[in-house]
């Protein structure tokens, strides 16, 4: 069963930084192109950053420059750094598997909190 568990969320200030950790298991996550998405409440839910499984990167215009995401597929791990945190961030973040020969078999973690306080 493949299953994906996020980690890493808290409250921090404005400015602050967190690390997200997303642990894939059942499956090797070098065939997997990784995501990781926000919603905030009353908000639809936003593609935050995107990894390929070659490494290749693509970030929101909002998080540009703020926002790192990485993969270590040694620890079948997906990372999601983010420096200099405004309020705005605030939201639940999942991370999204997306295999990278049948695109129609996808997986999802549970979330976790971002609360990012003025």
């Known amino acids: 069963q493949v299953q994906l568990v996020e980690s890493g969320g808290g409250l921090v200030q404005a400015g602050g930084s967190l690390r997200l950790s997303c642990a894939l298991s059942?499956?090797?996550?070098?065939?997997?192109?990784m995501d990781w998405y926000r919603q905030a409440p009353g908000k639809q839910r936003e593609l935050v950053a995107s990894?390929?499984?070659?490494?290749?990167?693509n970030y929101a215009d909002s998080v540009k420059g703020r926002f790192t995401i990485s993969r270590d597929n040694t620890k079948n791990t997906v990372y999601l750094q983010m420096n200099s945190l405004r309020p705005d961030d605030t939201a639940v973040y999942s991370c999204?598997?997306?295999?990278?020969?049948?695109?129609?078999?996808?997986?999802w973690g549970q979330g976790t909190q971002v609360t990012v306080s003025s």
């Open positions: 999204n598997a997306v295999h990278l020969y049948l695109r129609r078999i996808t997986y």
């Open positions: 059942g499956s090797p996550l070098s065939i997997y192109d």
């Open positions: 990894i390929g499984a070659g490494r290749n990167t």
